[in-house]
């Protein structure tokens, strides 16, 4: 995409919040869980399923730089709601302009209404626009969508499977689902299985090699490594990267990318990143020094290009 491409990028969070959950766990599971009111920390079986569901603004809000600068973000939610709450350093550490919606009848709150007239608005207050992600499945959305391209701006849908309306992915110009975004890991909630009372002899039997091997695992704590200052900076780049390429690839038929548009990319991803900070004089350079996880090619033209190993 030209340098010249900005990005306006609206999530509906309630919706996708709700639809990632019962897409992993089955239809209506938030309301029989009643996974809306229900407070992190408690350590039962709800808390598993909300962080099994937890969505990442980080891979969204990364592949939406894909298609040029962020230049707005924006989530549409009731906040005082502790599920949406939990987000909150996700949230922050994203920048993300937050818009409280209360529910003013039942549980909804509206947000296709007011993010539709916000998107609108925006377009014609910003003409340097080029781009709307409209981050939700639901069909409400089809005429915001359907507006925006008569705006002539490129409109690009992201859902979740089995929550998206099929008309809605036919009024994006790109439509993309959430699962199979770049960095979205994937979760297969566990089976249930029956437990079956073992004999009375087997347990017996058990109980004194149990204790003994508690006893070695508490004898021999783990060693954790405490990184440095460095070593954390090295870190952060690498993973940095690796996201920067994952992201380009998506439109790559081959999966090597300029070192150009990596660098780029990565940049909007984490306007902090420069290489000359970590000790490398040429991205190139910091490039190689990860041949573990990324290697490079020489074009004729005297460009070079990258890919994940």
């Keep these: 995409m030209p340098d010249s491409s900005r990005v306006a990028v609206y999530l509906d969070f309630d919706n996708m919040v709700i639809s990632r959950y019962d897409n992993l766990h089955g239809n209506n599971s938030w309301r029989n869980d009643n996974a809306r009111d229900h407070r992190p920390g408690g350590g039962d079986a709800t808390d598993t399923r909300l962080a099994q569901a937890e969505v990442d603004l980080g891979a969204i809000i990364d592949y939406a730089s894909s298609f040029g600068t962020v230049a707005l973000t924006r989530a549409y939610a009731d906040w005082s709601v502790p599920a949406n709450a939990a987000y909150k350093h996700q949230l922050i550490d994203r920048a993300v302009d937050l818009v409280q919606l209360f529910a003013t009848s039942g549980t909804k709150n509206g947000a296709d209404i007011r993010l539709s007239i916000d998107a609108v608005n925006d377009l014609v207050d910003h003409k340097d626009l080029t781009h709307v992600v409209i981050v939700a499945g639901d069909s409400d959305y089809i005429a915001l969508a359907q507006r925006c391209r008569r705006m002539g701006r490129f409109v690009v849908g992201i859902g979740v499977t089995g929550s998206t309306s099929r008309a809605l992915v036919a009024a994006c110009d790109e439509f993309s689902d959430y699962g199979d975004l770049p960095g979205v890991r994937t979760v297969v909630p566990p089976k249930k ?88 004089s040429t991205f190139k350079a910091f490039i190689e020094a990860r041949g573990d996880v990324a290697e490079i090619k020489s074009k004729d033209s005297g460009q070079w290009t990258v890919r994940l190993r």
């Excluded at 900076?233 to 994952?246: D, F, P, Q």
């Design 193 to 280: 299985v029956e437990v079956v009372a073992a004999p009375a002899q087997a347990v017996a039997t058990k109980k004194a090699p149990a204790k003994k091997a508690a006893a070695a695992k508490k004898a021999a704590p783990p060693v954790v490594k405490t990184l440095t200052k460095a070593e954390k900076a090295a870190e952060r780049a690498t993973e940095l990267l690796v996201r920067a390429i994952r992201v380009g690839a998506e439109k790559s038929d081959d999966g090597w990318l300029q070192a150009s548009s990596v660098k780029q990319q990565m940049q909007r991803m984490d306007s902090t990143f420069k290489e000359k900070s970590l000790g490398y």
